[in-house]
């Protein structure tokens, strides 16, 4: 076998070790991969290629680092899988009774909570988005809190220490919460750190929480965990999702509702 079909018979072990350094110290270089398998720094930059163009990591000069995906606009993102998400927001609207006090997280399946919480009276609504805001103020008997903080123009909501401190100081029968993904491991993960925070800490302050995610995060990757969300009631979906995840997830602790058993 030529050096050349060698190099591509070993890819596969190759790509699978890269991604492990990558997930370990962030970084790689191509000098470090070419000697470590004794292979072309060509070959190692045709494996970098390779799994640049899938997603799995970010190309530099001189090697590669962790793919750290961003999270659109909240105006982008507003009319994506509008269905799913209403389908979700019914189910989670579902679980909330009279006189609760309910944490609206921002995001879009979050404002499609909020839609469907539309017309019921003696709530209290906890929030850090302003669309959520705006949209419940306008509601007779129902009063809301907007938990101050900096104002994020692309999410369109509060963040940052203020708003840490604000949640603190309530009493939460119920929150709905957004993420950036579920994992394959079945973990609910965010893009940014404060969001993850923000999240751990409504999750340790309501008597419940749920994750409200749609079935385009099924299977997303992104940066970072979400910190306790095991101690999260459940994850409120529109569909099932794949075996390997549902397993991983009920093996964590949250129970998963399916918004399409609700109705």
């Known amino acids: 076998m030529s050096e050349q079909q060698n190099a591509r018979a070993l890819a596969p072990r190759r790509h699978g070790e890269i991604l492990r350094r990558l997930a370990a110290d962030g970084t790689v270089g191509i000098t470090e991969?070419?000697?470590?398998f004794d292979v072309s720094r060509q070959t190692i930059r045709r494996d970098l290629k390779l799994l640049a163009d899938r997603g799995q990591l970010d190309l530099v000069h001189g090697g590669a680092t962790l793919f750290e995906p961003t999270e659109a606009a909240f105006v982008e993102r507003r009319e994506e899988n509008a269905g799913p998400k209403a389908l979700i927001g019914r189910a989670a609207a579902g679980l909330v009774r009279d006189g609760m006090v309910i944490?609206?997280?921002?995001?879009?399946?979050?404002?499609?909570?909020?839609?469907?919480?539309?017309?019921r009276k003696n709530l209290t609504i906890c929030t850090t988005s302003l669309s959520i805001a705006l949209l419940m103020c306008r509601q007779p008997q129902v009063r809301v809190h907007m938990l101050g903080g900096e104002i994020d123009p692309d999410e369109e909501a509060a963040i940052g220490i203020d708003a840490l401190e604000a949640i603190s100081h309530f009493r939460v029968d119920v929150a709905f919460l957004g993420g950036g993904g579920l994992s394959p491991d079945g973990e609910v993960t965010d893009f940014t750190r404060s969001g993850a925070e923000q999240r751990s800490r409504m999750v340790a302050t309501a008597a419940k929480a749920y994750f409200v995610l749609d079935s385009s995060k099924f299977g997303r990757l992104t940066p970072l965990r979400i910190p306790r969300f095991e101690a999260a009631a459940g994850v409120i979906v529109d569909r099932h999702p794949p075996e390997a995840i549902r397993e991983a997830l009920e093996r964590k602790g949250p129970a998963l509702v399916v918004a399409e058993q609700q109705m």
């Open 33 to 36: 991969l070419a000697d470590f």
């Open 103 to 119: 944490f609206l997280d921002s995001g879009t399946t979050t404002l499609a909570v909020a839609h469907a919480l539309t017309g």
